[in-house]
């Protein structure tokens, strides 16, 4: 998350906020929590505790320099926002307008505050990324960080976010298990071949038919193969792999100019 090109820190600005507004700051934390976004507010964390360490800050360092530094002018949807972190990273970068959706009121209730907290004109919506179509508009960058592995329905999701909202700019991140290889995967198959099915690095994606990790909103995982193949066959073309978890894609054809399976537009108008 460090990067070439100095971008900002992921906290923002340092600063030394007196106590009275520091009590008033941590008691809102309190009453929000719990949170998953380690965020610093007010000189007071969220998270301090989070399991994986200062997160997302410290995923965020790996990967922040390939995403464009100064956006200014440029508009930005945040899908499945949680607390905000990334919405409020794109709009210190200078980015003209932020919306910020997620389908649990908890966390926009959360991200609201963070927002608020640090100065940050952002907009968010209680909207699932099923529904995308009632924004009625495209962005120049699209961030779909954290969710894939939520749905019961990935493909349908990135199906979606091609057709409607992504305009230029796509950065997605998944939890990945199984190879981290990726090996050259032919076009076509006869029937009785099997033996592609068992190889490292053909695409996975593993099914979890209760709970991972104590969460029964965990339903898909994908390899790392089933990962770039999924973005592919979804209309992205990879630009850039920053981080095992994370590619910077762009808007590309479909790749067999079929149309996908998506809710048709005039949706968008109810």
Not at 16 to 44: C, K, M, S, Y
Not at 192 to 202: D, M, S, V
Not at 206 to 229: H, K, Q
Request: aromatic share 12%; charged share 25%.
């Amino acid at each position: 998350m460090t990067d070439r090109n100095a971008a900002p820190a992921c906290g923002g600005d340092v600063f030394i906020p007196d106590p009275g507004a520091n009590g008033a700051t941590e008691r809102r934390i309190r009453e929000l929590g719990p949170w998953f976004h380690n965020l610093q507010l007010g000189g007071v964390r969220t998270a301090p505790d989070h399991f994986l360490g200062d997160y997302p800050a410290v995923k965020w360092r790996r990967f922040a320099h390939a995403v464009p530094l100064d956006l200014t002018g440029k508009t930005v949807l945040d899908v499945g926002c949680n607390a905000g972190f990334y919405a409020m990273e794109m709009k210190r970068r200078g980015a003209a307008r932020v919306v910020a959706i997620d389908s649990e009121e908890f966390y926009l209730a959360q991200a609201r505050f963070a927002a608020e907290a640090s100065g940050l004109d952002i907009e968010f919506r209680a909207l699932s990324v099923y529904d995308v179509a009632a924004l009625g508009e495209r962005f120049d960058l699209v961030i779909f960080m954290g969710v894939l592995y939520h749905l019961r329905h990935p493909l349908l999701a990135l199906d979606l976010l091609r057709e409607h909202v992504v305009d230029d700019l796509f950065l997605f991140q998944s939890m990945q298990r199984g190879s981290t290889r990726v090996e050259p995967a032919a076009p076509d198959h006869p029937f009785e071949a099997e033996a592609h099915f068992q190889r490292a690095g053909y695409p996975q994606l593993y099914f979890v038919e209760e709970a991972y990790c104590g969460d029964r909103s965990n339903w898909w995982i994908p390899n790392a193969a089933c990962a770039e193949a999924m973005l592919r066959s979804a209309g992205f073309h990879i630009a850039a792999h920053p981080e095992q978890e994370v590619y910077l894609c762009r808007r590309a054809p479909l790749p067999d100019a079929e149309p996908r399976a998506v809710y048709p537009r005039q949706e968008a108008a109810r």
